[in-house]
């Protein structure tokens, strides 16, 4: 049974990176004409209001998105994903959040497609209304990872795929390395972003090394940690595995995550931007 939601985490200082990272791909993705697919094989509920039940109770997004909200000089490198923001709250106030679903709809432009699933049966409903008629989006309530290797390679040759588990159940850290293994055998083009948590440094490190071993080329990790390891605060920190990255990620996200770490942390927290993999191995 899937209990996770969501709803509790949206705009946390893990979102901020997620999405701000996605933001950064998406519009590289769009410096050539050719159409583009995006597929979000956990889709999540495609945006979320900040005044909800889920949001109230445990304010994440507080450490979070409204800390940079309320930043007065963000960097370039967060035009995209702030315009996002904005396009979801009318007034000054931040009261909605585009998750990944809606974060990149705003985004795309009219060739390009998503293809998103999600499998929990509310989070399903609220994303299947948010895109109802939307010819570009095709929503499906399906098993993301089990499905992704049918969608391969995509017709338009080119894109990104999110991978961004909730890994409440431990062997999700083992099946996203297979995941990622079978849909790289039939596109090895396409670029993959997949989201990790700290929680147990050892679970990280692990998941991080199986996917090193693949042999995969071309591995870029980007982290960011608001507390030490291990510290008994949960979550500590959180990253993204990319692999293709476009070329400008890197040095964009040496700018980004000094920035977003003093805002966030007060410079209180740690990152990282390197390679697991290189060019060729
Ligand atoms: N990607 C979203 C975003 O950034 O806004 C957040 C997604 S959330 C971390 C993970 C989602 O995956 C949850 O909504 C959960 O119900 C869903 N889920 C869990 N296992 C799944 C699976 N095997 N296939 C599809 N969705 C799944």
Same mark, same amino acid.
Request: glycine content about 8%; proline content about 6%.
């Given at each position: 049974m899937l209990s996770y939601r969501h709803g509790f985490h949206a705009g946390n200082f893990a979102d901020v990176l997620k999405h701000s990272l996605i933001a950064l791909v998406i519009n590289a993705l769009k410096q050539k004409d050719k159409p583009f697919v995006y597929i979000d094989t956990h889709a999540g509920a495609g945006k979320y209001s900040f005044k909800s039940e889920f949001a109230q109770k445990t304010e994440e997004y507080q450490q979070g998105i409204a800390r940079i909200w309320a930043n007065q000089q963000p960097p370039i490198e967060l035009k995209d994903y702030l315009a996002a923001v904005r396009a979801e709250n009318t007034g000054k106030q931040l009261v909605r959040y585009p998750g990944s679903p809606q974060l990149v709809r705003r985004l795309v432009r009219a060739q390009d497609r998503l293809l998103l699933s999600e499998l929990h049966g509310s989070d399903y409903e609220s994303l299947q209304q948010l895109f109802a008629g939307d010819k570009?989006?095709?929503?499906?309530?399906?098993?993301?990872?089990?499905?992704? /290797?049918?969608?391969? =390679? $995509? !017709?338009? &040759?080119?894109?990104? !795929?999110? !991978?961004? =588990? %909730?890994?409440?159940? &431990? %062997?999700?850290?083992? &099946?996203?390395?297979?995941?990622?293994?079978? /849909?790289?055998?039939?596109? /090895?083009?396409?670029?993959?972003?997949?989201?990790? $948590?700290? !929680?147990?440094?050892?679970?990280?490190?692990?998941?991080?090394?199986?996917?090193?071993?693949?042999?995969? =080329? &071309?591995?870029?990790?980007?982290?960011?940690?608001? /507390?030490?390891?291990?510290?008994?605060?949960?979550?500590t920190g959180s990253g993204m595995l990319f692999i293709n990255p476009p070329w400008q990620l890197q040095t964009q996200a040496e700018t980004l995550l000094p920035w977003l770490d003093q805002v966030l942390t007060g410079g209180q927290g740690s990152w990282k931007v390197e390679w697991m993999v290189p060019e060729s191995v």
């Open positions: 570009q989006v095709n929503v499906a309530k399906e098993d993301g990872l089990q499905r992704l /290797a049918q969608k391969l =390679p $995509p !017709i338009q &040759k080119r894109g990104l !795929i999110l !991978i961004d =588990p %909730s890994y409440e159940v &431990k %062997s999700d850290f083992n &099946k996203v390395v297979d995941a990622i293994q079978t /849909a790289h055998r039939r596109f /090895a083009t396409g670029i993959y972003g997949l989201w990790y $948590p700290v !929680i147990e440094r050892g679970n990280t490190e692990r998941l991080l090394q199986n996917l090193q071993a693949t042999g995969i =080329p &071309k591995q870029l990790r980007i982290e960011h940690c608001v /507390a030490p390891d291990g510290s008994m605060r949960g979550m």
